[in-house]
């Protein structure tokens, strides 16, 4: 073969190897882009403590006022354990309504729900129960149930909202789930309105860890 055959060869070797070198390259550098998908904003959360200070329904997650904290979807949970009751904060970036629903049985079918909203400085939160796959989630006392979401409050402020309640960890109500100390399984969903029956923006699965 002539010298200018064998150039012409190495020059094409030359050319293929250098196009695998650029996919490769470029497979790994579309693998390290960040994701789309928004991160909720943490740099409002309070701090936690494994010997929490006194607990105080007030609309507001103060330092050290729980001795859990979880990112669940949208929502941030606070928890700590109160004798045979939890104590819970839900916030959000929000100027909605929150849900939670506890233990559900497919999709939203027997989730135990905890659901809350604020218009303007009144805060409300239902205990309810979802009685269908997709709702409706009417009030445990309109299904001849109990509210047992207790000393509860919500605020609004700074583009967050913020619920707390207490509640038992076994109510003995029939459309509520006991809560158990480890994994409980809930449903989360989140609205651009204080109109509940308005239908939720976002929604998700996820794990409430009590400990």
Known sequence: MSEAGNKSKSSFKWAILLAIIFL?????????????????DQSNKATVSSQP?????DGAVSNDEYSQFQQIGDLQVFSRIAGDSVCLALRAQNSGYIALGIKPED????????ICSINGTQ???TDAYSTGTFGPHPADIELGGTNDALETSGSQQNGWVTFEL???MKTGDSKDKELTIGDNPVIWSSGGSADISI?????????LILK
């Open 53 to 57: 200070l006194g607990w105080k329904s």
């Open 24 to 40: 490769v390259s470029g497979c790994a550098s579309s693998q390290n882009q960040p994701s789309n998908t928004p991160v909720p």
């Open 199 to 207: 239908h939720h923006v976002n929604r998700g699965y996820g794990t």
């Open 123 to 125: 805060a409300t939160v």
């Open 107 to 114: 999709k939203m079918l027997g989730a135990d729900m905890l």
């Open 166 to 168: 207490k509640r038992k």
